[in-house]
């Protein structure tokens, strides 16, 4: 018979005391985990101006909003992108049903919400997002250009092709533009663009740069045919924002641009004819002939920049500026949220500083395409009148989500899209 020394330890006891503490240890280890897990993901911010709290913000149900994802998914499976995943289809189904609700509406305050809820709205946001073909938290997503109207297509291609071959985020963007400014077929940007009353073409160009929250812009700009290079210098070597008329020419020659006529004998003959019309002057109140070239930009890397160009609206009243060269209308860049641009009626849209109006509900946790679409909400809410505006805009966050969106059919824009090589043009999102 065995006799067991007392003065030491039982090993079965001892073995059973062992399992008995790990099991604990891993009780306590798996508690802990969960509760910073908890902690995180509750105290994640979404953006970078919610004070620290987790917010969820409005998805309304009424038929806009149903349109919008009904059409982004029709656009996603247009451009071939992959079908959203059963978890993201759920999810979409609850924002369109309304069950993720609540809260914002501009510029109302961010209240907290509950984890659950939370939950949900990441899932939400993390299902438009693959409904857009792409993934929700991408940072490292690579350069993306996104451009107004048909022309936006080669002048992304450019930018594209500037970016790659090592320039900046800003020469991108000047270069591209700098593409329907020289051609002479596109009549509502740079050269061959449509006069004013005078049958003068005047010129509006604005560059945004997001890491130094500054712009450079110059208006009715003459005989100089790319008003967006002249904005990019204002910007880089002088410490003004905005120069007009003639002594925004004057600083073109400066810097050495050759002036030149800007009227091609297709844009004087269409002058021709407006002036022949009897009551040709009803410019002044319907706008007539405009596609302006708007581009914004990220370089994937959380740098986003917005550049607009423009002859503005055909027969305009001399020395008119629209919104495209004013900062927070035409363009607006922010490196802690992301950039917008418009095009459209910009008399109409100057009255509600579209773009940093659509940066700013980004800021407050909103997707570029819910930024673009309360802005357009926005509008008609103050005036009913507006559902019949010409009006488009476009947005991208530092995430290199997208969004763009119009007021309604009369004035459907089309959008150029490139990123990760694929250059594509597609439909907007209509309000109305
Ligand atoms: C303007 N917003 O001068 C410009 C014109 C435009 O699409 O964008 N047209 O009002």
């Given at each position: 018979m065995?006799v067991?020394?007392?003065?030491r330890p039982?090993?079965s006891?001892t073995?059973a005391i062992?399992v008995v503490?790990?099991?604990s240890?891993?009780?306590?280890?798996?508690?802990?985990?969960?509760?910073?897990?908890?902690?995180?993901?509750?105290s994640?911010?979404?953006?970078?101006?919610n004070?620290?709290?987790?917010?969820i913000?409005?998805?309304?149900?009424?038929e806009?909003r149903g349109?919008e994802i009904t059409?982004t998914l029709?656009?996603?499976r247009?451009a071939?992108?992959?079908?959203p995943?059963?978890?993201a289809?759920?999810?979409?189904?609850?924002?369109?049903?309304?069950?993720?609700?609540?809260?914002?509406?501009?510029?109302?305050?961010?209240e907290?919400?509950?984890?659950r809820?939370?939950?949900?709205t990441v899932?939400g946001?993390?299902?438009?997002a693959a409904?857009?073909g792409?993934?929700?938290?991408?940072?490292?997503?690579?350069p993306?250009?996104?451009?107004?109207?048909?022309q936006g297509?080669?002048?992304?291609?450019?930018?594209a092709?500037?970016?790659?071959g090592?320039?900046?985020?800003?020469?991108?963007?000047?270069?591209?533009?700098n593409v329907p400014?020289?051609?002479?077929?596109v009549?509502?940007?740079g050269?061959?663009?449509l006069?004013?009353?005078e049958?003068?073409?005047?010129?509006?160009a604005?560059i945004?740069?997001?890491t130094r929250?500054?712009?450079?812009?110059?208006c009715?700009?003459?005989?100089?045919?790319n008003?967006i290079?002249v904005a990019r210098l204002?910007l880089e070597?002088?410490?003004?924002?905005t120069l007009?008329?003639?002594?925004?020419f004057?600083f073109?020659?400066?810097?050495?641009f050759?002036p030149?006529t800007?009227?091609?004998?297709?844009?004087?003959?269409?002058?021709q004819?407006?002036?022949a019309?009897p009551q040709h002057?009803?410019?002044?109140l319907?706008?007539e002939?405009?596609?302006t070239?708007?581009?914004?930009?990220?370089?994937?890397?959380?740098?986003?920049?917005s550049?607009?160009s423009?002859?503005?609206?055909?027969?305009?009243?001399?020395?008119?500026v629209g919104?495209?060269?004013?900062?927070?209308?035409g363009?607006?860049?922010d490196?802690?949220v992301g950039?917008?641009?418009?095009t459209?009626?910009?008399d109409?849209?100057?009255?509600y500083?579209?773009?940093v109006?659509?940066?700013?509900?980004?800021?407050r946790?909103a997707?570029?395409?819910?930024?673009?679409?309360?802005?357009?909400?926005?509008?008609?809410?103050?005036?009913?009148?507006?559902?019949d505006?010409?009006?488009?805009?476009?947005?991208?966050?530092?995430?290199?989500e997208?969004?763009a969106?119009c007021?309604?059919?009369r004035?459907?824009l089309?959008y150029a899209?490139w990123?990760?090589g694929?250059s594509q043009?597609l439909?907007?999102v209509?309000?109305?």
């Amino acid at each position: 018979m065995m006799v067991r020394d007392t003065s030491r330890p039982d090993p079965s006891k001892t073995e059973a005391i062992t399992v008995v503490m790990c099991t604990s240890k891993a009780i306590y280890l798996s508690a802990l985990i969960r509760v910073l897990l908890l902690v995180k993901v509750v105290s994640c911010k979404p953006t970078i101006h919610n004070q620290g709290r987790p917010f969820i913000m409005r998805v309304p149900t009424e038929e806009g909003r149903g349109e919008e994802i009904t059409s982004t998914l029709r656009n996603s499976r247009k451009a071939g992108l992959s079908p959203p995943s059963k978890t993201a289809r759920r999810a979409t189904q609850q924002i369109s049903q309304g069950r993720i609700s609540s809260l914002h509406d501009r510029g109302e305050a961010m209240e907290p919400v509950d984890r659950r809820s939370f939950l949900k709205t990441v899932a939400g946001t993390a299902a438009l997002a693959a409904v857009e073909g792409r993934p929700s938290w991408a940072s490292d997503a690579g350069p993306v250009f996104l451009s107004t109207w048909l022309q936006g297509k080669p002048a992304n291609e450019r930018a594209a092709e500037i970016f790659k071959g090592g320039g900046s985020l800003l020469d991108a963007v000047e270069k591209g533009i700098n593409v329907p400014e020289n051609d002479p077929a596109v009549t509502s940007v740079g050269y061959g663009g449509l006069p004013n009353a005078e049958g003068v073409v005047e010129l509006d160009a604005a560059i945004m740069d997001g890491t130094r929250h500054r712009a450079g812009s110059v208006c009715n700009l003459h005989m100089i045919k790319n008003p967006i290079s002249v904005a990019r210098l204002v910007l880089e070597k002088t410490r003004h924002t905005t120069l007009a008329g003639e002594g925004a020419f004057r600083f073109a020659l400066k810097m050495g641009f050759e002036p030149r006529t800007l009227l091609t004998p297709e844009s004087l003959k269409k002058w021709q004819e407006w002036k022949a019309r009897p009551q040709h002057e009803t410019f002044w109140l319907t706008p007539e002939n405009h596609d302006t070239i708007g581009m914004v930009a990220t370089d994937g890397k959380g740098h986003v920049v917005s550049g607009c160009s423009t002859s503005g609206l055909a027969w305009k009243i001399p020395g008119r500026v629209g919104d495209s060269p004013l900062v927070g209308c035409g363009v607006y860049a922010d490196d802690n949220v992301g950039t917008a641009s418009a095009t459209g009626d910009g008399d109409l849209m100057t009255n509600y500083c579209t773009s940093v109006s659509i940066v700013h509900t980004m800021a407050r946790g909103a997707s570029p395409q819910e930024a673009c679409m309360e802005l357009l909400r926005h509008m008609v809410k103050t005036d009913a009148k507006n559902k019949d505006g010409e009006v488009a805009v476009i947005a991208i966050n530092t995430r290199g989500e997208i969004g763009a969106a119009c007021m309604n059919n009369r004035f459907h824009l089309k959008y150029a899209l490139w990123r990760n090589g694929e250059s594509q043009l597609l439909e907007s999102v209509m309000l109305i």
